[in-house]
């Protein structure tokens, strides 16, 4: 069992784990590298090693990506998503460098996937999801851009997907999930309109996450813990004011002992094998419980409180 973060572990591994694009999971994870570098990137600027890369060589990269549309894919060669644009935009604002971005373009590819209903496609092909509401807004609220979309529309459009437990849903009507609560809390959150969460039910159903034995969190009722819950439950908690009502100390450990104590990385739970997803997650987990060493991230942003700080409050 481990009782401490083991820091510098982690910065190696997701500096090895770049290094290793032959590895089967890099082959894997090809079409979904955007997410993979903000994970990495944000868990090492948490751990304040984010010097460790090469600046001009990501940024380079990442805007390799950019599709003629505006929008950003998962890597060179691939189709744009909702979900890469935000990853990007978000791995440049780690870096200050949202200056090199074509602002118009960016905010016009995400303000055209408003549906008339209020909700957002991840892309052409027309998927809807309260994960892209969530997205649209995060990213147009980076980019100071929210005044190019139906803010009305998007916030009723989130709150139709709340249900009868306080969660909610990817569409209406769908179960609440802690990963989708997240989404929508977060929206509600940056466009100020929090008030249409019932904080004490759904604070209820979140701390009902927590598995009483391990100490980790879940995303549904009967599944089993995992760290990156630590993330979507714990930062909504925080945002509703309601992250009191669970155990932070039991937390901690269930997250602290699922790490690799040789190699690094962090893991979904302490019998599995580590990832870049499950370490973001953790680390960040750890720096909402405050842990030592760990700088603050805001829980609605996903990025870094100082780089929040940065974007939100500069002209």
Known sequence: MADKLVADKHVRYILMAEKKKESFESVVMDHLRMNGAYWGLTTLDLLDKLGSVSEDEVVSWVMTCQHESGGFAGNTGHDPHVIYTLSAVQILALFDKL??????????????????????????????????????????????????????????????????????????????????????????????????????????????????ESGGLNGRPEKLPDVCYSWWVLSSLIMIDRVHWIEKGKLVKF???CQDMDNGGISDNPKDAVDIFHTYFGVAGLSLLEYPGVKPIDPAYALPVHVINRILFTK
């Open 99 to 212: 200056s090199i971005l074509d602002v118009q373009k960016v905010s016009s590819y995400i303000a055209g996937l408003q549906n008339e209903d209020g909700s957002f496609s991840g892309d052409m092909w027309g998927e809807v999801d309260t994960r892209f509401s969530y997205i649209a807004i995060c990213c147009l609220s980076i980019l100071k851009c929210l005044d190019k979309i139906n803010v009305k529309k998007a916030v009723d459009y989130i709150v139709s997907c709340k249900i009868l437990d306080g969660g909610f849903g990817c569409t209406p009507g769908a179960e609440s999930h802690a990963g989708q609560i997240f989404c929508c809390v977060g929206a509600l959150a940056i466009t100020g309109n929090l008030h249409h969460v019932d904080k004490d039910l759904l604070g209820w159903w979140l701390c009902e996450r927590q598995d009483y």
């Open 255 to 257: 997250i602290l002992d």
